[in-house]
């Protein structure tokens, strides 16, 4: 018995010599289909994490929107509050919110309604927007005589929007057209400051003056109303050739081309070419600054 034992472990050492080896193979394919496994799911956790990731990202936008929209609806309810408290400044915001519908529903006639209350009080903007809505007829009758009666109350108050507004419904007056731009070139309207300049320089509803017409270009130039900005060069190039005028001028036209006036790109390039290396760098310095004001 002790024999067949022997014989028998011999024999399975013997005869199961290849044993081994399979059964390493086994071990090794074991170790492969293992990693495959592993890098299925790793592959898997990735994509999950993507897909994660992506609708996180998809989210934000809506989140941003929810918090928007919550926001303005606080904001509307504060307005109203304050607005039914006989707020003149909140009835005005209310009004400006319904006319362009912003956080709510577009509505001509509510927001006139609005200004109306606010321009009981007095209050100037509110004046001018229900005139601005009388003037073209929306949510309220088209009126041109009490628009303009309501942008000359709010005029009044050095709303320089309303003078400008004004003075474009009274054009077939010359004179008075003159008079409501002088007025909002005063409060510092910016078209209304080219166009006052462009109607003493032209003699229009008033003798003609040139250096009152190039004070009000360069004022309109100065806060970066490119028309101004091409005229004052004009008025700079028919000076003498002395001084700074043509280095002035070339900043002028520079910043007309730049805010869209084209024929003031080849004037720009026309005086350029007459300018010193050193005029050149030295304006163009003057040029960012402007800029950097606008």
């Known amino acids: 018995a002790a024999g067949a ?5 011999a024999t399975g050492v013997a005869g199961g010599a290849a044993a081994p080896a399979a059964s390493g193979g086994s071990a090794q394919q074991a170790l492969l289909n293992s990693l495959d496994k592993d890098k299925a799911a790793a592959k898997a956790a990735a994509k999950a994490a993507d897909k994660k990731k992506a609708e996180a990202k998809d989210d934000k936008p809506k989140d941003a929107k929810a918090l928007a929209a919550s926001r ?7 307005l109203e509050k304050l607005a039914d408290e006989g707020n003149a400044r909140a009835q005005n915001a209310l009004g400006e919110r319904r006319l362009s519908g912003q956080g709510v529903e577009q509505d001509f006639a509510e927001a006139a309604d609005w200004f109306l209350k606010a321009s009981n009080q007095g209050f100037a903007k509110a004046r001018y927007n229900l005139g601005l809505l009388h003037r073209d007829g929306r949510g309220v009758d088209k009126d041109p005589e009490k628009a303009k009666m309501l942008l000359a109350q709010a005029a009044e108050e050095k709303l320089a929007d309303a003078a400008h ?5 009274n054009e077939s007056d010359p004179a008075l057209a003159l008079s409501w731009y002088r007025k909002g070139a005063e409060g510092g309207h910016r078209e209304a400051q080219y166009q006052s300049g462009i109607r003493l320089l032209e003699g229009r509803g008033a003798p003609a003056d040139p250096a009152e017409a190039r004070r ?10 490119p ?3 091409h005229r004052l060069g004009d008025l700079l190039m028919q000076q003498p050739d002395e001084g700074d005028n043509r280095v002035e001028a070339f900043k002028w036209f520079s910043l007309a ?5 084209s024929e003031a790109n080849d004037k720009r390039k026309t005086v350029g070419e007459k300018l010193s290396r050193e005029q050149l760098s030295a304006v163009q310095e003057r040029i960012r600054q402007l800029q950097l004001r606008y």
């Open 257 to 261: 081309a730049v805010g869209g006036e």
């Open 5 to 9: 034992r022997t014989a028998g472990a």
């Open 72 to 78: 303005l609806k606080a904001e509307m309810e504060y």
């Open 216 to 225: 009000w270009f360069e004022k309109a130039a100065q806060a970066g109303h």
């Open 165 to 169: 507004a004004l003075a474009r419904m």
């Open 227 to 229: 028309a101004a900005q």
